[in-house]
């Protein structure tokens, strides 16, 4: 949660005000001194405009970073939106999909993802002029 107040430029005393609690009470929440509460993670969200899934998704996989990477993409949102689409088509049937399967799905749909990530870094990058024409143009 610091790295995301931080990212977002607010001081402590912004996003104690912004959640209604004590400068006091926010620290320990940011330091995670207090125990996590989904309620005050989805106030925190809101008052970083960021993604509360991606937040909380951050806390099980033991990555603050990803917190901050999905905060404005809200990636762990649209994750679920679609999830919940597909549990609503397959209804009992999904239990019929082994782990296999299932990862060898998302790990084919991750690698698509990741491919689309470096090919916007590279054109961004190229925008920026950091880089020279691409090896196709020359």
């Given at each position: 949660m610091r790295l995301l107040r931080r990212a977002r430029g607010a001081t402590v005393r912004d996003l104690a005000d912004a959640m209604k609690l004590q400068t006091r009470t926010y620290e320990h929440f940011e330091s995670g001194q207090a125990q996590p509460n989904f309620e005050r993670m989805h106030h925190f969200a809101h008052a970083t405009d960021a993604d509360p899934n991606g937040l909380i998704t951050s806390l099980l996989i033991g990555s603050p970073e990803f917190a901050v990477r999905v905060a404005d993409n809200k990636l762990m949102t649209a994750f679920l939106i679609e999830l919940q689409t597909f549990d609503q088509a397959a209804g009992d049937d999904l239990r019929r999909l082994d782990t296999l399967t299932i990862v060898s799905e998302f790990s084919a749909t991750f690698e698509r993802l990741l491919e689309e990530?470096?090919?916007?870094?590279?054109?961004?990058?190229?925008?920026?002029?950091?880089?020279?024409?691409?090896?196709?143009s020359q």
């Open positions: 990530v470096r090919r916007r870094a590279e054109l961004a990058a190229r925008l920026q002029g950091r880089l020279g024409p691409s090896e196709d």
